[in-house]
């Protein structure tokens, strides 16, 4: 990842994420942030060097970065590193989507996902054993957003939290960004728990909203029909910082499936230091040793965060939605992104324990519709694109 078109999108997609919860990605104003301007110049150089016309402003840009995706040529992004239909602003939501979180993150910095690690990793050091560790990671995956009456335990059969977590991990969250609200009301999606928004900004005309084609959750692909909490009094509402809600909230339901498939099997799990969701595992006849757990939507970039840190230089297990890990497209991508494909087994939760064993293959399953066949590196007569 190193060409100058990569550095030069993944620049923009660490201002977009900067900005995206500050304003709405229309409203900024001269003069912009420094960063956002280096940016800005850097695309309008590019776009007159090669014969385009260039953005007028930041709000220009920013509406490219809503419709056209990430195959356009004025991004120049290998069709193999990110699916081509991808965009860096969402259409609906108007706010970074996950792919330009995840671009923002692949750089050698670590970028947001480096600044979660960061962040637990002081967390951990401020409460001093594994277990006040334990709980207060618990309470930040299980609540991205923090209501007034949750923390007091306004409303009936409630319980109040623990003061002596909240005081643990209080700092880590922030005042509700306006770019998240409709009229001062907030929308919470009932799968991923974490802000949502109607088209347009609308305020729903009834007690709940709806997931579906017309919504938008910082999840992105949470199933259609789901109802939506609405929160209409945001005073005090706070919200975790947004590369915890991401790399941390996001995927905890994950985790917790798989954790719960380890102990059921009485395969020991200890948590590895300075990562998000990796775990040491013990036990007896695994052919796999560590195990990493991940809801990412671009493969690629995925596989290169495990070339970068060296984590598949020993047979590892990543484990993702299983959606994804049946997905051939998905699988592709992934495996012809690594380093050494035959080192990492890449798996949903279904039959996790039996392959983490080595007992099971997924030659039996279908995948999708190009019925892509194995583990390890084996190939799909589709790519990425």
């Known amino acids: 990842m190193t060409s100058e078109g990569i550095i ?28 956002a301007q280096r940016a800005l110049d ?13 953005p007028k402003g930041l709000p220009e840009l920013f509406e490219w970065c809503r419709h056209r995706s990430v195959s356009d040529r004025t991004f120049e992004i290998p069709p193999a590193l990110i699916f081509p239909e991808a965009t860096l602003v969402h259409p609906v939501g108007l706010l970074p989507t996950r792919t330009c979180l995840e671009l ?18 002081e967390l951990a050091g401020r409460c001093g054993s594994e277990e006040r560790f334990h709980r207060s990671r618990q309470f930040l995956a299980l609540n991205p957003v923090v209501c007034q009456g949750d923390r007091f335990a306004r409303g009936p059969g409630k319980r109040s939290w623990s003061k002596e977590i909240w005081s643990r991990v209080k700092d880590l969250y922030r005042p509700l960004p306006k770019a998240l609200t409709a009229e001062g009301t907030l929308l919470r999606c009932g799968t991923c728990r974490l802000p949502a928004l109607l088209s347009g900004r609308r305020v729903p005309d009834r ?7 017309e ?21 005090g509402v706070q919200l975790l910082v947004k590369p915890l809600r991401n790399f941390l909230s996001l995927p905890f339901r994950l985790e917790q499936a798989v ?9 020991g799990h200890q948590a590895l230091p300075g990562e998000l969701s990796a775990y040491q595992l013990q036990g007896i006849g695994l052919s796999f040793r560590r195990l ?23 047979p590892v297990a990543v484990v993702v939605p299983e959606e994804l890990a049946r997905s051939a497209r998905y699988r592709a991508a992934f495996f012809q992104a690594l380093p050494d494909p035959d080192q990492v087994l890449l798996t949903g939760p279904v039959d996790l324990v039996a ?28 790519g990425p694109a």
């Open 8 to 35: 030069r999108v993944r620049e923009l997609a660490n201002v977009l994420v900067e900005l995206g919860e500050e304003a709405g990605l229309r409203s900024f104003l001269l003069p912009y942030p420094s960063a």
């Open 42 to 54: 850097r695309m309008v150089l590019h776009c007159l060097g090669h014969g385009q016309v260039p």
């Open 104 to 121: 923002a993150s692949a750089g050698t910095d670590g970028g947001p996902e480096e600044a979660a690690r960061d962040l637990l990793t």
């Open 207 to 213: 007690r709940t909203a709806v997931s579906g084609p």
């Open 215 to 235: 919504t938008w959750c910082e999840g992105e692909t949470c199933p259609s029909g789901i109802p939506m909490d609405l929160i209409r009094t945001t005073d």
């Open 259 to 267: 954790l719960a498939d380890l102990d059921r099997a009485a395969i």
């Open 292 to 314: 990493h757990i991940h809801d990412r939507v671009q493969p690629a970039l995925l596989a290169d965060r495990f070339g970068r840190f060296g984590d598949a230089t020993s």
């Open 355 to 382: 392959r983490l064993r080595g007992e099971h293959a997924l030659s039996e399953c279908a995948l999708d519709e190009t019925g892509m066949r194995g583990e390890g590196g084996a190939q799909s007569d589709t």
